[in-house]
């Protein structure tokens, strides 16, 4: 693994992970970007890797700003920008075609990302993911939450909807939370709640397989339905008995089930 970061436009320094190398001599790996939501950073995808890089992709795991080791938001947050910086990190490591997998609002701007790439993005997942965020009704109080409690007070309270009753992932979830800049939460909650990424989705070429859980408590299973509907290619896996921390919870099974439709509809990697 190897800890890199790279400058955005604006000047915020953007922190990201790389796992995964070529063998010497060897043909390059695929690489897969995999994107974080909200309150996470590049460790929440732990329990995919073994899978992923078994399979032989090289994984880059970019922080958002004010999350992980990134630095905080300056001003107001948009789409663009966000999707800037994840391109930012793409060309800091030279990458031409890839695969594109995000959780919760990080699958947001994975859709959004995969719209504007159109055929550089070869596959595409998406866990517990809304292309809405005006529809997620239980996100709309979370600044004011965050104002009114502390970002420690109401990253207690989010965990507990994202850990599968399981307090090693409940005691994470909170940690990540609580450790990323208040300020930026707070910009960047009321950012989600009033964007919709619809348009941008007609530009999305490749297969798209959307990872579902039947107990999230801010993105329902007809929200993800709602997504299927708007995109040409696609498939849902539904994983019964998770919650909107599918990503921590399934790590393990929602990777497998993510390569083998990745094979299925590309051919690779093998």
């Known amino acids: 693994m190897s800890e890199r970061s790279v400058v955005a436009k604006d000047g915020t320094r953007l922190a990201y992970r790389v796992d995964g190398e070529a063998a010497p001599g060897g043909p390059p790996l695929q690489v897969m970007l995999v994107q974080h ?10 329990a995919w890797m073994p899978t992923l890089l078994g399979a032989g992709f090289r994984v880059i795991r970019p922080d958002w700003r004010g999350h992980g080791r990134s630095e905080p938001q300056r001003g107001a ?15 800091a490591e030279g990458v031409g075609e890839v695969h594109l997998l995000g959780e919760s609002w990080g699958g947001t701007l994975c ?23 005006t529809a997620i009704v239980n996100a709309r109080s979370f600044a004011r939450d965050i104002r009114a409690k502390g970002l420690a007070g109401w990253a207690r309270e989010v965990s507990r909807n994202r850990s599968h009753n399981d307090e090693g992932l409940r005691a994470w979830s909170e940690e990540s939370t609580r450790t990323s800049d208040e300020a930026s939460m707070i910009s960047i909650c009321e950012y989600i709640v009033s964007e919709t990424i619809e348009s941008r989705l007609a ?10 859980p039947f107990a ?24 019964p008995g998770h919650t ?26 093998r």
């Open 37 to 46: 939501g909200l309150g996470f950073r590049g460790e929440c995808w732990n």
């Open 244 to 269: 909107h921390g599918l990503v921590l919870s399934g790590g393990a099974l929602a990777a497998s089930t993510l390569l083998n439709f990745i094979r299925r509809h590309t051919g690779g990697p």
């Open 203 to 212: 530009g999305i070429t490749a297969p798209l397989l959307i990872m579902a």
């Open 111 to 133: 859709l959004a990302l995969a719209g504007r790439l159109g055929r550089r993005v070869k596959a595409l997942g998406v866990v517990s993911t809304a292309y809405d965020g």
């Open 77 to 91: 947050w948009s789409t663009d920008q966000m999707l800037d910086d994840m391109e930012a990190v793409l060309d």
């Open 216 to 239: 999230s408590h801010f993105v329902s299973m007809d929200l993800a339905r709602m997504l299927s509907a708007r995109v040409a290619l696609n498939e849902i896996a539904w994983f």
